[in-house]
């Protein structure tokens, strides 16, 4: 408790170089969590140690207007074998990364059927090859249209059937 009473008090009113000298002076009580030194728990403090770089993960692409079924890699399948006979969907390799508020597709009786994915905690939701794939928890005869709708924070991506091909929910597209 003493050592945090410093630490604060010496925030208020001193700039970085101030802080490393009083953790300096505490000794080898105070460490990072992988037990180096004090220096190198709190070396980055002012400046200097680099930083490593973090790899960014790819973003899905913002996208305008609705992406089609059957057209650039997007795959409404009616009956996967995997559980048997529901619905399973394929999107554009273009999207490498889940969506973050999920896929529904919408059932006959109003209600959202979230599609997911095969692999636990979405470890592996990508095949054919890298091409985001979702399962459906109903038969084809049981979705009111060839629709899925797919949200993360920045955006709303729709995907569907063609023109007049919107109620074949148990033909394949693509």
């Given at each position: 408790?003493?050592?945090?009473?410093?630490?604060?008090?010496?925030?208020?009113?001193?700039?970085?170089?101030?802080i490393k000298k009083?953790?300096?002076?505490?000794?080898?009580?105070?460490?990072?969590?992988?037990?180096?030194?004090?220096?190198?728990?709190?070396?980055?403090?002012?400046?200097?140690?680099?930083?490593?770089?973090?790899?960014?993960?790819?973003?899905?692409?913002?996208?305008?207007?609705?992406?089609?079924?059957?057209?650039?890699?997007?795959?409404?399948?009616?009956?996967?074998?995997?559980?048997?006979?529901?619905?399973?969907?394929?999107?554009?390799?273009?999207?490498?990364?889940?969506?973050?508020?999920?896929?529904?597709?919408?059932?006959?009786?109003?209600?959202?059927?979230?599609?997911?994915?095969?692999?636990?905690?979405?470890?592996?939701?990508?095949?054919?090859?890298?091409?985001?794939?979702?399962?459906?928890?109903?038969?084809?005869?049981?979705?009111?249209?060839?629709?899925?709708?797919?949200?993360?924070?920045?955006?709303?991506?729709?995907?569907?059937?063609?023109?007049?091909?919107?109620?074949?929910?148990?033909?394949?597209?693509?």
């Open positions: 408790m003493k050592h945090l009473i410093i630490i604060l008090i010496l925030l208020s009113s001193s700039g970085c170089g101030e009083a953790f300096d002076s505490i000794g080898d009580e105070v460490t990072d969590p992988i037990n180096n030194s004090v220096d190198d728990a709190i070396g980055d403090i002012d400046g200097s140690e680099p930083q490593p770089e973090i790899e960014a993960q790819k973003e899905n692409p913002i996208v305008s207007g609705v992406q089609i079924f059957g057209k650039n890699g997007n795959l409404w399948k009616p009956v996967s074998d995997n559980p048997p006979g529901n619905l399973v969907v394929l999107f554009d390799s273009k999207f490498p990364k889940l969506f973050s508020r999920g896929c529904y597709a919408t059932l006959k009786s109003g209600k959202k059927d979230f599609l997911w994915c095969n692999q636990p905690a979405g470890s592996n939701c990508f095949s054919n090859p890298n091409r985001m794939t979702l399962r459906g928890n109903y038969k084809c005869s049981e979705y009111k249209s060839v629709r899925v709708v797919c949200e993360e924070e920045k955006q709303t991506v729709i995907f569907e059937a063609p023109q007049g091909q919107k109620k074949n929910t148990c033909k394949r597209l693509g």
